[in-house]
């Protein structure tokens, strides 16, 4: 492994010098079903048609692709199991066309995605596991695929989940039926710019969940029969700026809830069937911007459940235009927001190379 690495991390040949262009980067590699341990595969660059570690098993201290390039057509780590006390892809870049973690099992101490980039035209982490004791980090990661992204059914174990700052700028990021179980897990000012995200059907437990200053921008965003089950939830400060905004039969049973200073400025947002059963509080107080709002008592108030505040309703909100119409953002002729409303989709933004290119 050491001498592969050592390849793969040599510059490449001069070819006006007249040295053959093919070099350890172009090669295949397919490490199947091998025990590997102390793994330091940083900075490698793979290129070739597969990159393959399916069932390959890491041992040791750590394993670590930090700054590694996969610009293989395809990379593979389905059903790979991390043992490692610390697994690091802090600052990898996945150029792949199809990247696949499928089953994959995160073991050890801490998982490390920090700042990683994902392109190419789809990523999956469907049915992973993270079990890692401390930390699983996807925080500053940026996604950028041509088609999707996807987490459906995987299962986030760690004492820490952190989704902090990630931006997902791809047709559809999905999270459908996770199951967060860490005891903080952390979206705060993850930005979406999506054709569709959805947590649909996803369970929310621990301690504390924080969507605070996320943003959500696009089409579509589906919270349907999310069950918020930790003792606190929080979207405040979120900005709630798809097309359309389903929270339809989710479940809000923790201690708390708070949308506080939330800016709902979606065509329609609904919390149709939804059931608000905290302990104490659910807030809607203050909202920056309250547009095209669905609930079960809007012709009946005597329905509101008294945790549901604030008592007077519908919520004033702070900014009346914005209720009305949402601001055009400042990065350039109404930026991304005001793209979306113009009706360009994630996928044109995409074909229209907004997207970095693939070396």
């Not at 054709?195 to 921008?217: C, P």
């Not at 905290?278 to 669905?294: H, I, Q, R, Y």
């Not at 004033?316 to 953002?329: F, I, N, T, V």
Request: hydrophobic share 35%; with cysteine.
């Amino acid at each position: 492994m050491r001498t592969i690495a050592a390849h793969l991390t040599a510059p490449d040949p001069d070819e006006s010098a007249g040295t053959a262009s093919k070099t350890w980067r172009d090669l295949d590699y397919d490490f199947t079903g091998a025990h590997l341990y102390d793994v330091n595969l940083d900075r490698v660059v793979f290129r070739g048609e597969r990159t393959d570690f399916t069932d390959v098993h890491f041992h040791g201290q750590k394993a670590s692709f930090r700054e590694t390039e996969f610009r293989a057509r395809r990379t593979y780590f389905e059903r790979a199991e991390f043992h490692n006390r610390i697994t690091s892809f802090h600052d990898a870049k996945f150029h792949s066309e199809h990247t696949a973690f499928f089953g994959t099992k995160f073991n050890g101490r801490s998982i490390f995605f920090t700042n990683a980039q994902f392109l190419g035209d789809a990523i999956h982490f469907e049915d992973a596991v993270f079990m890692n004791q401390s930390l699983t980090s996807f925080a500053g990661a940026q996604v950028w695929c041509r088609k999707d992204i996807s987490f459906d059914v995987a299962e986030f174990h760690s004492t820490r989940t952190n989704f902090d700052s990630a931006e997902f700028h791809t047709p559809v990021a999905t999270f459908a039926d996770v199951q967060f179980d860490s005891r903080r897990t952390s979206f705060q000012n993850v930005q979406f710019y999506t054709d569709q995200a959805s947590f649909m059907r996803s369970g929310f437990d621990g301690k504390t969940i924080s969507f605070r200053e996320a943003q959500f921008h696009g089409t579509s965003l589906i919270f349907d029969e999310a069950k918020f089950r930790a003792e606190t939830t929080s979207f405040i400060d979120a900005e709630f700026s798809s097309s359309s905004t389903s929270f339809r039969a989710a479940e809000f049973n923790g201690a708390g809830a708070s949308f506080r200073h939330a800016k709902f400025a979606s065509d329609t947002t609904t919390f149709a069937l939804v059931k608000f059963e905290t302990t104490n509080l659910c807030e809607f107080v203050d909202p920056a911007a309250w547009k095209s709002m669905v609930f079960d008592w809007d012709d009946d108030l005597s329905k509101k459940p008294d945790s549901v505040t604030p008592a007077k309703w519908p919520p004033l909100a702070s900014d009346p235009d914005d209720a009305a119409e949402e601001k055009p953002r400042e990065n350039g002729s109404g930026g991304r927001a005001g793209r979306m409303a113009r009706g360009l989709t994630v996928a044109q933004r995409l074909r229209g190379r907004l997207a970095p290119k693939r070396r």
